[in-house]
């Protein structure tokens, strides 16, 4: 039996409505206690003075990349990226090579995992979803009970959109029967073929095919719109648009099954940052603008939003180098994310401490039905230890990514994860 102290930090558990300085003993990788002052014969003690303690932290939205894009990324150099960061468990999307559509070969991504686990400590649990279509090609719904009990935590075609609206009433209904989200990526493809960025002023100067926020927004509205049809459980991707932020809104005051979430970079930079920074501010759903922003931001702070996600999508400098037309999309964040959080949601207010961590612990933790994201007594000791006040510089040439996509590097951020603690095995010291 393996006892372990951590103490005098300021507690944050959101679901247990505690907010204050204390101790958290962990017993044979559990939460055993949480109070002001524990008195008990341990094996190691960690003073955490001056520093917040929260529940690990959960990122529902990543891409490790593995199988089939390993010189992007691997579970092993994705997960460190994610422990690093102060992530103690991330989700894991479909579109792998192959894709994880198969009860197989979500098995093979926990198998990936678990042989990761045992060779590493800095690491994160991983989780994945299966794919709502076969290949991602929108054309035949998968095996999706046999995922399931495979071990999926939900399904999501995430990268494209089903755009047949039967076969998602079809995922939906089975969504109602058992109780799983369907993650969906909301953009109507013949309104932004071969666009590269949000359509609007700065698409037009530099002469690039824009996608208009209405392609998104008329998804979200088709999906939340089957969601109430058929009782099932839509949960909205990486919101970009303020129209998206209204329906979802909407939905929820209709009292559908809707949940969403929000990355850093589309409540941070605006469409004008792909004229300063090219392809590294090339993503999918693009970068909108000021107004769209402004909505995120009130749609985190009411609730709307649900959960703060990364859509953590390594590619390699070649692959970014290729320009605006052909570069792929997305960026990396799993090491930038809590730093964000606290420097842009926290420390302006729009989000007090514990409202945000909620929004990166047990809420995500609920929407994919998974037993983490709290301190509560007997549950696995995953936490994070935060520092409030350290500050730093983002400096990508350091990140543990394969990748090194990022708007946000040489960026100066306040408020780090300065250490992991996984199942009570630490990831790093302080």
């Given at each position: 039996m393996h006892r372990t102290l951590i103490q005098n930090g300021h507690i944050i558990d959101p679901i247990n409505n505690i907010d204050e300085v204390g101790d958290i003993l962990i017993i044979d990788g559990k939460i055993a206690e949480v109070s002001g002052n524990i008195q008990a014969d341990v094996d190691d003690v960690v003073d955490v003075s001056n520093l917040t303690v929260t529940p690990g932290l959960i990122d529902m939205h990543v891409h490790l990349r593995e199988p089939g894009f390993e010189h992007k990324e691997t579970i092993c150099t994705g997960t460190a990226a994610a422990a690093a960061g102060g992530f103690t468990s991330v989700v894991c999307m479909a579109n792998t090579s192959p894709v994880t559509d198969t009860p197989d070969r979500v098995k093979n991504i926990y198998k990936i995992s678990e042989d990761n686990s045992r060779n590493t400590r800095a690491t994160a649990n991983v989780f994945t979803v299966g794919s709502i279509t076969k290949d991602l090609s929108g054309k035949e719904l998968t095996d999706i009970n046999g995922m399931l009990s495979a071990g999926a935590v939900g399904i999501s075609d995430d990268g494209v959109t089903v755009m047949n609206s039967d076969l998602m009433r079809e995922a939906l209904s089975l969504s109602?029967?058992?109780?799983?989200?369907?993650?969906?990526?909301?953009?109507e493809h013949n309104l932004n073929s071969g666009a590269v960025m949000n359509l609007g002023e700065t698409s037009r100067k530099l002469n690039l095919v824009g996608s208009p926020n209405a392609a998104e927004d008329i998804i979200v509205?088709?999906?939340?719109?089957?969601?109430e049809l058929t009782g099932g459980h839509i949960h909205i991707l990486h919101v970009s648009?303020?129209?998206?932020?209204?329906?979802?809104?909407r939905g929820k005051e209709r009292g559908i099954k809707v949940t969403a979430e929000a990355c850093p970079h589309h409540?941070?930079?605006?469409?004008?940052?792909?004229?300063k920074q090219g392809t590294n501010a090339k993503m999918h759903p693009p970068l909108r603008t000021q107004t769209d922003i402004e909505a995120i931001l009130v749609g985190l702070e009411d609730g709307t939003i649900d959960a703060i996600t990364t859509d953590h999508a390594p590619h390699t400098p070649e692959e970014k180098a290729l320009g605006m037309v052909e570069a792929p999309n997305g960026i990396i964040g799993l090491e930038t994310s809590l730093p964000l959080v606290m420097t842009t949601l926290v420390e302006t207010g729009y989000l007090s401490l514990k409202d945000a961590i909620a929004k990166m612990t047990y809420i995500p933790a609920k929407i994919v039905g998974i037993d983490r994201g709290t301190l509560s007594i007997g549950a696995r000791a995953d936490l994070t230890v935060i520092d409030r006040q350290k500050t730093d510089t983002v400096k990508v040439e350091n990140s543990l990514s394969k990748s090194r996509n990022t708007p946000f590097d040489g960026w100066e951020l306040k408020g780090w994860s300065v250490l992991t603690i996984r199942d009570g095995i630490f990831n790093h010291t302080i």
């Amino acid at each position: 039996m393996h006892r372990t102290l951590i103490q005098n930090g300021h507690i944050i558990d959101p679901i247990n409505n505690i907010d204050e300085v204390g101790d958290i003993l962990i017993i044979d990788g559990k939460i055993a206690e949480v109070s002001g002052n524990i008195q008990a014969d341990v094996d190691d003690v960690v003073d955490v003075s001056n520093l917040t303690v929260t529940p690990g932290l959960i990122d529902m939205h990543v891409h490790l990349r593995e199988p089939g894009f390993e010189h992007k990324e691997t579970i092993c150099t994705g997960t460190a990226a994610a422990a690093a960061g102060g992530f103690t468990s991330v989700v894991c999307m479909a579109n792998t090579s192959p894709v994880t559509d198969t009860p197989d070969r979500v098995k093979n991504i926990y198998k990936i995992s678990e042989d990761n686990s045992r060779n590493t400590r800095a690491t994160a649990n991983v989780f994945t979803v299966g794919s709502i279509t076969k290949d991602l090609s929108g054309k035949e719904l998968t095996d999706i009970n046999g995922m399931l009990s495979a071990g999926a935590v939900g399904i999501s075609d995430d990268g494209v959109t089903v755009m047949n609206s039967d076969l998602m009433r079809e995922a939906l209904s089975l969504s109602a029967e058992h109780n799983f989200p369907v993650m969906v990526h909301c953009e109507e493809h013949n309104l932004n073929s071969g666009a590269v960025m949000n359509l609007g002023e700065t698409s037009r100067k530099l002469n690039l095919v824009g996608s208009p926020n209405a392609a998104e927004d008329i998804i979200v509205a088709r999906d939340i719109m089957l969601a109430e049809l058929t009782g099932g459980h839509i949960h909205i991707l990486h919101v970009s648009t303020a129209g998206a932020v209204d329906l979802v809104r909407r939905g929820k005051e209709r009292g559908i099954k809707v949940t969403a979430e929000a990355c850093p970079h589309h409540w941070i930079l605006t469409d004008e940052e792909v004229e300063k920074q090219g392809t590294n501010a090339k993503m999918h759903p693009p970068l909108r603008t000021q107004t769209d922003i402004e909505a995120i931001l009130v749609g985190l702070e009411d609730g709307t939003i649900d959960a703060i996600t990364t859509d953590h999508a390594p590619h390699t400098p070649e692959e970014k180098a290729l320009g605006m037309v052909e570069a792929p999309n997305g960026i990396i964040g799993l090491e930038t994310s809590l730093p964000l959080v606290m420097t842009t949601l926290v420390e302006t207010g729009y989000l007090s401490l514990k409202d945000a961590i909620a929004k990166m612990t047990y809420i995500p933790a609920k929407i994919v039905g998974i037993d983490r994201g709290t301190l509560s007594i007997g549950a696995r000791a995953d936490l994070t230890v935060i520092d409030r006040q350290k500050t730093d510089t983002v400096k990508v040439e350091n990140s543990l990514s394969k990748s090194r996509n990022t708007p946000f590097d040489g960026w100066e951020l306040k408020g780090w994860s300065v250490l992991t603690i996984r199942d009570g095995i630490f990831n790093h010291t302080i």
